[in-house]
């Protein structure tokens, strides 16, 4: 027969029990710090309650572009060796990094296919960009145009708009834009048409998205994870790129306006 003093002395061990394992799960639960662009942002955004539920992992999150001048875009930050787990940008600017050492080689994974689209402010005149010479009528033809500093914003100053013979009657009228959202600026009226990844324009108010460039002029970007060198956590950080990349993110993405990148051995 159990005295009180057995009772007592069981309960206490079951409460030692307890604390051991509250904090032992405190110990495996990380801290994991990750620096989206904005393309995969709406997407991920979605996805971090779910992870972190899952795994009890925190995620650290913070923002900047693939590329650019601007304080907070990933190379510089890299560049200023800054402590980042998980790197999500345009992969041809990740494969740039793992050339240069700042991202672990053989860490890359594809997340996601991005497209370009072009937008108005919301209840304007959508104007007709269903082919190229429809969409070279309609650059002629704005008031105003802006795009990014990164991935989209440096294919159409660099590469479209030359390709399409009018970079220099329209360089008076198009405006970088960096850091913001270059939807924001058609929404406040001072820019009347504007081009971005179609994932970072949808959460833009106060815009209407006309469509995606069209065929002969889109360029489809593939946006990439990777484990910087710098990564404090780098298994926790490749388990979150996995999970990432795996059908449990798919309904998320594809609800962005992004379509999950294919498959591809490393």
């Avoid at 800054?82 to 050492?101: C, H, R, T």
């Avoid at 080689?105 to 072009?118: C, K, N, P, Y």
């Avoid at 033809?141 to 009657?169: M, N």
């Avoid at 449990?248 to 051995?265: C, D, F, H, R, T």
Wanted: net charge positive; aromatic share 4%.
């Amino acid at each position: 027969m159990k005295t009180i003093s057995d009772r007592r002395f069981g309960g206490v061990k079951v409460l030692a029990l307890a604390c051991a394992l509250f904090t032992a799960a405190s110990v495996r639960a990380a801290e994991i710090k990750v620096v989206t662009s904005g393309a995969f942002t709406a997407a991920y955004l979605k996805l971090v309650p779910e992870y972190e539920r899952a795994t009890h992992d925190k995620l650290v999150t913070e923002f900047g572009p693939s590329m650019g001048t601007t304080h907070n875009a990933i190379p510089l930050r890299l560049e200023r060796g800054e402590a980042i787990d998980v790197v999500i940008m345009a992969a041809p600017a990740l494969a740039d990094l793992i050339k240069q050492g700042k991202v672990r080689a053989g860490s890359r994974v594809d997340l996601v296919q991005s497209r370009i689209g072009m937008a108005v402010k919301a209840g304007a005149l959508k104007p007709d960009i269903s082919t190229i010479d429809a969409l070279k009528r309609t650059l002629l033809a704005a008031k105003s145009i802006a795009y990014s500093d990164s991935a989209s914003g440096v294919y159409l100053s660099t590469e479209l708009f030359p390709k399409l013979g009018i970079a220099e009657q329209i360089r008076g009228k198009s405006r970088k834009i960096e850091a913001d959202p270059v939807g924001e600026a058609v929404a406040r009226g001072e820019i009347e048409i504007a081009f971005q990844q179609i994932s970072e324009l949808r959460p833009v108010k106060g815009i209407d998205i006309v469509g995606p460039l069209p065929p002969g002029a889109q360029r489809v970007t593939v946006f990439a994870a990777g484990i910087p060198a710098t990564a404090k956590q780098p298994a926790e950080a490749k388990a979150l790129i996995k999970w990432l990349a795996s059908p449990a993110a798919y309904a998320a993405i594809k609800e962005s306006g992004l379509e999950p990148a294919p498959a591809v051995s490393r």
